[in-house]
Every structure is written in structure tokens, then in C-alpha cells.
């Protein structure tokens, strides 16, 4: 089992930045990528972004590339996405995740179906 916690959510101003950490815990072992996805009032999950954990290669959503930043601290076992530039279609609750499969298509990191494991979320708020 692995838990997850989000930190780092709160209120913005658009075109101000925010970092998200989430710390793993538990069967970290077993984890070969973290990603982080967001759900806004009235819409679908969607993916933000995500890491392996091996070689840290990274995915980005066309919608962030750019602005968010993956990066992961595997001594701690914490993976933070910095968020600049913020925009108000930023809203949403992030939530991070982790997947135990290993997927010889990276295809799969950048869906929900390829975690397994889901923090409860962080809100992030962008104002004009």
C-alpha cells in the first residue's frame, strides 16, 4: 500500500506561481512513476503531469508545458510540481498519484488508468 499526501494548494493571483508537494509513503519500492491530475468544478480528471521515478523522464500536458515543472526528491520520497504563470483555467483540485505498473508505453503515465494509487487533493485557486 502507498499513501500519498498533497501540501501546497491555496489562493493565487493569475500570473503568480504555487509549488504542490506530495509526499509517498508506505510501499514506495513499487512505485516506478508519480503524476499529478486535476479536476475542475463540472469537468473530467485530467492529467497535469507526471515522472518516472528510475530515470526521471518526464510528461507534461500541452496545456502546461511551459509553465509546470515535475521534479522529485526520491531521498524523500516527494515529487513537487511547480506551478508559474498561473492562469485562471488553472482552477482545480490537483491530485497526486502514484502507479506501481511498469508500462513500456509512457502513454499510460499520462492517464488515469495507469495509477493506482490517489492522494485526496489539494485545491489551487487562481484569481483574476
Known amino acids: 500500500q502507498v499513501q500519498l499526501v498533497e501540501s501546497g494548494g491555496g489562493l493565487v493571483q493569475a500570473g503568480g506561481s504555487l509549488r504542490l508537494s506530495c509526499a509517498a509513503s508506505?510501499?514506495?519500492?513499487?512505485?516506478?512513476?508519480m503524476g499529478w491530475f486535476r479536476q475542475a468544478p463540472g469537468k473530467e480528471r485530467e492529467f497535469v503531469a507526471a515522472i518516472t521515478w528510475g530515470n526521471s523522464n518526464t510528461y507534461y500536458a500541452d496545456s502546461v508545458k511551459g509553465r509546470f515543472t515535475i521534479s522529485s526528491d526520491n531521498a524523500r520520497n516527494t515529487v513537487y510540481l511547480q506551478m508559474n504563470s498561473l492562469k485562471l483555467e488553472d482552477t482545480a483540485v490537483y491530485y497526486c498519484?502514484?502507479?506501481?505498473?511498469?508500462?513500456?508505453?509512457?502513454?499510460?503515465?499520462?492517464?488515469?488508468?495507469?495509477?493506482?494509487?490517489w492522494g485526496q487533493g489539494t485545491q489551487v485557486t487562481v484569481s483574476s
Open positions: 508506505g510501499r514506495t519500492f513499487s512505485s516506478y512513476a
Open positions: 498519484a502514484a502507479s506501481s505498473a511498469f508500462y513500456s508505453r509512457s502513454y499510460y503515465y499520462t492517464t488515469a488508468v495507469g495509477y493506482d494509487y
